[in-house]
């Protein structure tokens, strides 16, 4: 509700509208205090509320519902491994009749769903335990075709067993191939040292190496070391065992951890998205995450939990959180009992993991009591104060690197943050202005700001990262479903950042990203390098807690709702949506030729254009045609750059082919090929640029005590030494500078922007 709140006191529109909808709603509420008819509330409410504020509602009418029907029973079923075509046949009669349902408050389609959805995911057990139950015969020559889109529904149950069998025999076929060359490079290093091995092993993994892996290698050196080679009927055998119990584990999560409400958000969510791919219902739990996506903090004990069978085990410890300082908890630990404070302790095996969570979970200053099995088999009683935890990979953070003397700074920002819940909580438009200052400390000469993959969130911190690099001026401008236009400006002629300036995107920067992205441009403030555009969301999102229209609800938390209430445009007046931003310099990825963006969505709402806002080119950077035409030229002879083209463009013809051989010579001829053709493209993952990158003096200091922050950036640190994308941008920067002669960056910074909110 207070997300809500804050959102409405900057647009008193959107006040209107929830005003004259909470008049409109409150007669939805059931007249018997103890209907238990939630689920019709919630589609009339969610609908309603979509109706009357989307910017643009679809018309609920016969296409609306074969739209619903298409994703609704895709959702369910994608590879087709449940339903039958008679049951499609049953179903379809509903294909033009949801919009009536809706209308009607009728769930008859979801119930029938529903239904025939679980009983079928039953009898599929016994499919693939029959088809793992006896040896499998790989000498067969026979195929697969995993296009499952294009697939038929099974005739009968007949077909629907032959894919199954088909199925789990391409699975346990490639576990099979995978230990017998295991077993055969054992074999092969039975002559080498147990140290050369785990040498070749490392360099083989290259940074994906962690100290979890380099533990089971070694481990699995010692187990081997003696033992004879193992026959195919052994192999076949582990292969069949190993997929039987992941398939058992799967299934046992489907039905011990999801319900009918999650049966349910799919079929809600098969409603709201087709009124545009952004516009969602949030159930309560799915809320809740989403706030703290969006805040980059929550309250509890800092732990990452996982389901494994009946069992809950814990899997990180988040850095700083009260579990990581207190020492006691460690990744592996089981839990078996939750108590609060002084409470009987409660028995979570078998509980959902949903369940456990907000056991676990709880106000700060509150304790909990874990009983967990340790990793040695014993069992422990640990006591835990919770605390706020922030959730460190949400946040902005920066590295300093040089060329030939000079300084240069990286900041990485995977999201638009912000806390609605607390005005003086950080965000990112407050984060980004504090590592800027560092950087400038440091005497940095060029700033990147990588935005790579961010997918966006808060528009105000896009309005105050933005005014971080210009005196004043608008940043991005916004339209109402009535027509109008409101512009959000940068009012602080203050300038915290003026020297040269690089975004970095790729196709999956998008809404606040792009956002970013497009003033900068437009300004001639920034270069932009990256993919040929960004992913193309040029809409804005209002969240809408759905309880606050419901007066005297005593069916339990409804949840919230996503809803598109807006359309963004740059200052230019060109709209962001499907077109994306296009990069100044573009560089070739391995995502080139796949079809991910915007643009692709059946129901994605269209491009357009408004009038321009009132603003002035940055007339700073000297260098900037300058710099983007040299980047292009470095691009063009780079012959690794050409190689990552040439490797999206056999990516997209690989991502074409749906025909496997279960026949194991014809299969493993067919990986020796893959194996070939990767080799060719092996200097792509391997390839090391020049630079080396650092933390700042803040940092280092952290990392003294703090082992996960140190592992944490030693890991960022080498992925940047493995990017070329960040190569080229450093070399942007140095293009970027005034002349031959290279500055110190004297601007001040905007103190008063740090601290706003």
Do not use: C
């Amino acid at each position: 509700m207070n997300t809500i709140v804050q959102f409405m006191k900057r647009h008193y529109k959107i006040v209107l509208l929830v005003l004259a909808l909470s008049v409109g709603l409150w007669s939805f509420i059931p007249k018997d205090k103890n209907d238990p008819e939630k689920d019709k509330l919630l589609i009339e409410l969610l609908t309603y509320v979509i109706e009357k504020g989307h910017y643009s509602p679809a018309q609920i009418d016969d296409t609306f519902s074969k739209g619903v029907y298409k994703d609704y029973i895709t959702a369910l079923d994608p590879s087709k491994r449940f339903f039958l075509q008679s049951d499609i046949d049953e179903f379809s009669k509903y294909e033009t009749q949801i919009d009536d349902q809706i209308n009607n408050k009728q769930l008859t389609f979801f119930d029938l769903t529903y239904t025939r959805l679980i009983k079928r995911m039953k009898e599929s057990e016994s499919y693939y335990k029959a088809a793992l139950e006896n040896p499998i015969d790989y000498s067969v020559n026979e195929v697969i075709d995993t296009d499952y889109e294009k697939a038929p529904y099974s005739k009968n149950v007949s077909d629907l067993k032959e894919r199954w069998r088909k199925q789990v025999k391409l699975s346990t076929l490639s576990s099979l191939v995978e230990k017998q060359k295991i077993q055969e490079d054992i074999q092969k290093n039975k002559n080498k040292s147990p140290e050369e091995r785990l040498k070749e092993y490392r360099l083989k993994m290259g940074d994906k190496l962690t100290p979890e892996l380099e533990k089971k290698f070694q481990e699995s050196i010692a187990k081997t070391e003696n033992d004879a080679p193992k026959t195919f009927e052994q192999l076949e055998k582990e292969t069949r065992e190993s997929t039987l119990k992941s398939l058992n584990e799967n299934f046992t999560f489907i039905s011990k951890e999801l319900d009918r409400s999650d049966w349910f958000s799919v079929y809600v969510n098969a409603i709201a998205s087709r009124f545009d791919p952004h516009t969602s219902y949030f159930a309560p739990d799915e809320k809740e995450r989403f706030d703290v996506s969006m805040s980059g903090k929550l309250e509890g004990i800092g732990a990452r939990l996982q389901k494994k069978n009946d069992f809950t085990e814990i899997t990180e410890l988040i850095s700083g959180g009260p579990a990581w300082r207190g020492k006691e908890l460690e990744a592996g630990d089981v839990v078996l009992k939750v108590a609060q404070g002084d409470s009987d302790p409660v028995d979570v095996v078998g509980m959902r993991l949903d369940d456990v969570v907000k056991k676990i979970k709880g106000p700060k200053g509150t304790e909990v009591r874990l009983t967990v099995k340790k990793t040695d088999g014993s069992l422990k009683v640990i006591s835990i104060i919770r605390d706020e935890v922030e959730i460190e990979e949400t946040y902005a953070k920066s590295s300093v690197v040089e060329k030939n003397g000079v300084k240069y700074g990286i900041i990485y920002l995977p999201k638009f943050y912000i806390d609605f819940e607390n005005k003086d909580s950080r965000d990112a438009g407050k984060d980004v202005a504090q590592e800027v200052a560092r950087l400038k400390s440091e005497g940095v000469q060029g700033i990147i700001v990588d935005v790579r993959d961010n997918g966006g969130g808060s528009l105000k911190t896009v309005v105050d990262i933005g005014g971080l690099f210009i005196e004043q001026g608008p940043i991005v401008q916004i339209k109402s479903a009535a027509g109008k236009r409101e512009v959000l400006y940068d009012k602080d002629a203050k300038v915290e950042w003026d020297g040269p300036l690089v975004i970095m995107t790729n196709e999956f920067s998008a809404s606040a990203s792009e956002i970013l992205a497009a003033a900068m441009q437009d300004y001639k403030r920034a270069v932009i390098l990256g993919s040929k555009q960004t992913y193309g969301k040029g809409t804005v999102q209002n969240v809408i807690d759905l309880n606050q229209f419901v007066r005297g609800n005593t069916l339990g938390d409804l949840g919230a709702l996503k809803t598109t209430t807006q359309k963004f445009y740059r200052i230019n007046g060109g709209s962001t949506q499907l077109e994306g931003v296009s990069s100044d310099i573009v560089m070739p990825d391995s995502y080139a030729y796949l079809k991910m963006g915007e643009r692709d969505v059946d129901n994605a709402m269209p491009w357009d254009k408004i009038e321009a806002a009132d603003y002035k080119l940055w007339n700073k950077a000297t260098n900037y045609d300058l710099a983007i035409q040299n980047s292009k030229k470095r691009i063009a002879s780079n012959p690794q750059m050409n190689l990552i083209d040439d490797n999206a463009k056999w990516r997209q013809e690989r991502n074409e082919e749906n025909v496997y051989s279960l026949q194991i010579d014809k299969f493993k001829q067919e990986q020796k090929q893959l194996e070939e053709t990767n080799k060719k493209y092996k200097s792509i993952a391997d390839y090391t640029n020049a630079f080396k990158f650092k933390s700042l003096p803040y940092e280092e200091e952290q990392m003294k005590t703090d082992v996960t922050l140190k592992e944490k950036r030693e890991r960022w640190h080498e992925s940047l030494s493995k990017d070329i994308y960040i190569e080229e941008a450093i070399h942007v920067l140095d293009d970027l500078q005034s002349g031959n002669t290279k500055k110190a960056v004297t601007s001040k910074l905007k103190k008063d922007k740090i601290f706003k909110s």
